[in-house]
């Protein structure tokens, strides 16, 4: 299957900083990447959906200014917490949307996610 | 967006079958079911989709009820490193375009017993 990478795998900082979380698709394009956010127990919650080339579309409840994502180009998502607290300490996951393969259903590939922890 | 419905944990010995089930009383004709399954820290992976027919591949099987609205998860033979969180997803064709979304419900965490 396809490959979704993120970077970093996890990441201390201190509260009140920024911090930037990439995600790559390596061996396809994809027009569309998701971020979801998952807390310790509990199922993975979609965050926002990323177009290539547009704004993102942020999910009720979730902070545009606070959470900013960049898709810049077809292999390459970004998601920036600003100004960090603990209560945003989570794993953070990407993945990448591509067609299927002669089917009529795209293909959904994860990253392996991004742990954040904020002192 | 049509919901599914699974338990909350199940547990298996090392080395025989299990089938995780999942209802989806909602679903609609077009609705695909996805099974994703996600190791401890790590994110979520593919195991195994199907529309109407039942599927096999070398991860699992996927049994669909004739009326589609049940389906369930069939590991043969349950090793250790099957633990995980197994989510049950319905996912509808690229033929309705949009931002369709994969939507994760709580999932059957299963624990396999040495």
């Known amino acids: 299957g396809a490959v979704v990478s993120q970077h970093p795998s996890w990441v201390i900082c201190k509260s009140g900083t920024s911090v930037k979380i990439e995600c790559r698709s390596l061996?396809?394009?994809?027009?569309?990447m998701f971020w979801y956010r998952q807390f310790p127990k509990q199922s993975l919650m979609l965050m926002a959906t990323?177009?290539?080339?547009?704004?993102?579309?942020?999910e009720q409840g979730v902070e545009k200014d606070k959470f900013l994502i960049n898709h810049a180009s077809l292999t390459l998502s970004t998601l920036t917490v600003t100004s960090a607290h603990p209560e945003d300490s989570s794993f953070y996951i990407c993945?990448?949307?591509?067609?299927?393969?002669?089917?009529?259903?795209?293909?959904?590939?994860f990253g392996p996610g991004t742990r954040l922890t904020v002192t | 967006d049509a919901k599914t419905t699974q338990p909350n944990s199940m547990e298996s010995n090392e080395e025989e079958p299990v089938h995780l089930p999942c209802n989806h009383s909602?679903?609609?004709?077009?609705?695909?079911i996805h099974w994703y399954r996600q190791l401890p820290s790590q994110g979520p992976e593919y195991v195994i989709h199907g529309l109407t027919s039942n599927v096999n591949n070398r991860m699992a099987s996927l049994a669909i009820a004739e009326d589609r609205k049940s389906s369930t998860l069939i590991l043969h033979r349950a090793t250790l490193r099957d633990a995980a969180v197994y989510y049950c997803?319905?996912?509808?064709?690229?033929?309705?375009?949009?931002?369709?979304?994969?939507?994760f419900g709580t999932g059957t965490r299963l624990t396999i017993i040495p």
């Open positions: 993945s990448a949307r591509a067609p299927g393969m002669g089917t009529r259903i795209y293909e959904q590939y």
């Open positions: 909602t679903i609609s004709g077009t609705d695909y």
């Open positions: 990323s177009n290539e080339g547009s704004k993102a579309t942020y």
């Open positions: 061996d396809f394009q994809a027009t569309t």
């Open positions: 997803i319905l996912n509808p064709s690229l033929l309705n375009f949009g931002n369709e979304k994969l939507t």
